[in-house]
């Protein structure tokens, strides 16, 4: 039975051909011990049982399926569907880790008014569901060392966002295949808090189909267009402003270890020579010197000779 004294929280599901899996996500949705969960599950035009499996469960949940429009679009639509002062998607394949993952979410959002996303883990899982992993720890968490080092600590299925950070910055940017998520953080950290909770709130299903995002190269394109269109906006802070430099060449680090792990070796060791135009002081930093090196000679059997090398003398 809903509590009108307690939000909301719009849960929606982007279903596209993951039969297998399903269920696992729906049912941890359904044992969720929070009263007031909006659910919807939107089949993205899947060719296998989805849409049998989801009348199983008759009016449990709110379900329909559309001709295919992609993951972001149909996130988008759902949250437009719903009204839920929260929002969340659970994504086909995953799954929220106990019973108690929403309530946790709602009640650090209603002690924290001025926070507008907040986070914890998720467990990595094999595709049978066997527990891998906790993703690796986050220490610290601040929005100003998420957007200068590049580097994504946000577990999408364990983050629960006011819709008022969504109407502020606007919804999920369709262009994405691969980083919806990072594009709206740091979106949304430009008028929100951000914090993260030391807690494990879901699963993250590792197997075949499931997006590879470190071993693409379609990857590194993406993120350097996240990053210069953050940093084209009006109204980035003055404190994230003065990191900008830093930031763009930790971008071009990162999207050139995304290309080196697709095989691109050679956009790997352009994008080397870019983070430092970028931000020529960063050459004077060993940290910095590393990343180049392997953005440029990472696959060459000098550097991983090297590497081995030193490794063995550490």
């Known amino acids: 039975m809903a509590d009108t004294n307690l939000p909301t929280v719009a849960v929606v599901t982007p279903a596209y051909n993951q039969a297998d899996f399903l269920r696992d996500t729906i049912e941890s949705v359904l044992s ?27 009016d449990k949940f709110r379900w329909e399926s559309h001709k295919n429009m992609g993951q972001t679009a149909t996130i988008n639509k759902g ?19 106990n019973s108690s993952s929403v309530r946790e979410g709602v009640e650090y959002l209603m002690e924290h008014p001025k926070v507008g996303v907040v986070f914890a883990d998720s ?22 060392r998420m957007v200068r080092t590049c580097e994504n600590s946000i577990p999408q299925p ?19 295949y691969y980083f919806m998520d990072w594009d709206f953080w740091i979106r949304a950290g430009i008028y929100f808090g951000i914090e993260h909770v030391d807690a494990i709130w879901s699963t993250y299903r590792l197997h075949a189909e499931s997006k ?38 930790n971008m071009c680090f990162t999207s050139g270890g995304y290309y080196l792990r697709g095989g691109d070796t050679e956009n790997a060791s352009k994008m080397a020579s870019k983070a ?36 063995q003398g550490s």
């Open 276 to 311: 430092f135009a970028y931000n020529p002081r960063g050459k004077f930093s060993l940290s910095n010197l590393r990343k180049y090196l392997y953005c440029r000679l990472g696959n060459s059997t000098i550097y991983r000779t090297g590497r081995s090398l030193v490794r």
């Open 212 to 249: 590879t995002v470190a071993q693409s190269k379609k990857a590194a394109p993406e993120l350097e267009y996240l990053y210069k269109k953050f940093f084209a906006r009006y109204d980035v802070p003055a404190e994230i402003r003065a990191i900008e430099s830093e930031a763009m060449m």
């Open 79 to 97: 949250w437009s569907m719903t009204t839920g002062e929260i929002v969340t998607w659970l994504n086909s394949d995953d799954t929220f880790y």
């Open 32 to 58: 969720q011990d929070y009263p007031n969960i909006e659910y919807i599950v939107l089949d993205d035009g899947s060719t296998d049982e989805t849409s049998d499996i989801l009348a199983t469960y008759g």
């Open 158 to 176: 364990s983050a629960f966002i006011r819709r008022a950070a969504v109407e502020k910055v606007g919804e999920l940017d369709p262009k994405y």
């Open 123 to 144: 467990m990595y899982t094999e595709a049978d569901g066997t527990e891998i992993g906790p993703t690796p720890p986050v220490k610290d968490f601040s929005y100003e």
